[in-house]
């Protein structure tokens, strides 16, 4: 079972990005999936999270109103879409699952997907 976030790259001040993040070997129907992103020289940091379970969203207050979570019917993909982006949303994006509510502490999330770059830069 894994996790795999893609979608980083190279964007401009104020552009937009998609993230993904895909299970395969398990459904993520019912689970909690988060983003965290790590930018250089500072501390990982959670930004978003969903409850399968509810529906309910969580956002940290740098990204809301810029990004938005969401989640496909099929229980495979968890996506992030930013936009209005800024040069300090630059860093490595990562996905997490686990726990039965959202928050931002990192123990209770047991599966993360290896990271994806987001440079926002012009």
């Known amino acids: 079972v894994q996790l795999q976030a893609y979608g980083g790259g190279l964007v401009q001040p104020g552009g937009s990005l998609r993230l993904s993040c895909a299970a395969s070997?398990?459904?993520?129907?019912?689970?909690?999936i988060a983003w965290f992103r790590q930018a250089p020289g500072k501390e990982r940091e959670g930004i978003s999270c969903?409850?399968?379970?509810?529906?309910?969203?969580l956002y940290a207050d740098s990204v809301k109103g810029r990004f938005a979570i969401s989640s496909d019917n099929f229980g495979n993909t968890v996506a992030l879409q930013m936009n209005s982006l800024k040069p300090e949303d630059t860093a490595v994006y990562y996905c997490a699952t686990g726990g039965h509510w959202c928050s931002w502490y990192e123990g209770q999330f047991g599966l993360w997907g290896q990271g994806t770059l987001v440079t926002v830069s012009s």
């Open positions: 070997g398990f459904s993520l129907n019912y689970y909690v």
């Open positions: 969903i409850s399968n379970r509810d529906g309910s969203t």
